[in-house]
């Protein structure tokens, strides 16, 4: 089993910075790759980035890319999505996700933090 606990997020104005942690408890969880899901209201979710369990292979959303940086601590076993230069569009719940396999589609995913809203005032 695993399980992933999500830190709070925010209020933060437009080009600001925020970021998110995810711990993963769990005996295989280092073994996983990880992702960052958002999905803002009456949208569907989507990936915004992933992370091999090494942590040597990245994917970031073209929305996203160059301004979010995901990472992780598998000592820690923690996921981190460090989000700058923040617009009001990147309003929504952020989900922390882990899988066997990296994917880009929710359904790919096993494991699922709680979620936690990030809002971005313009």
């Known amino acids: 089993q695993v399980q992933l606990v999500e830190s709070r997020g925010g209020l933060v104005q437009a080009g600001g910075s925020l970021r998110l942690s995810c711990a993963a408890s769990g005996r295989t969880v280092s073994t996983y790759a990880m992702a960052w899901f958002h999905q803002a209201p009456g949208k569907e979710r989507e990936v915004v980035a992933a992370?091999?369990?090494?942590?040597?292979?990245?994917y970031y959303a073209d929305s996203v890319k160059g301004r979010f940086t995901i990472s992780r601590d598998n000592v820690r076993n923690t996921v981190y999505l460090q989000m700058n230069s923040l617009k009001p569009e990147d309003t929504a719940v952020y989900y922390c996700?882990?899988?066997?396999?990296?994917?880009?589609?929710?359904?790919?995913?096993?494991?699922w933090g709680q979620g936690t809203q990030v809002t971005v005032s313009s």
């Open positions: 996700a882990a899988a066997p396999v990296a994917g880009q589609t929710p359904s790919e995913y096993n494991y």
């Open positions: 992370i091999s369990w090494g942590g040597a292979h990245t």
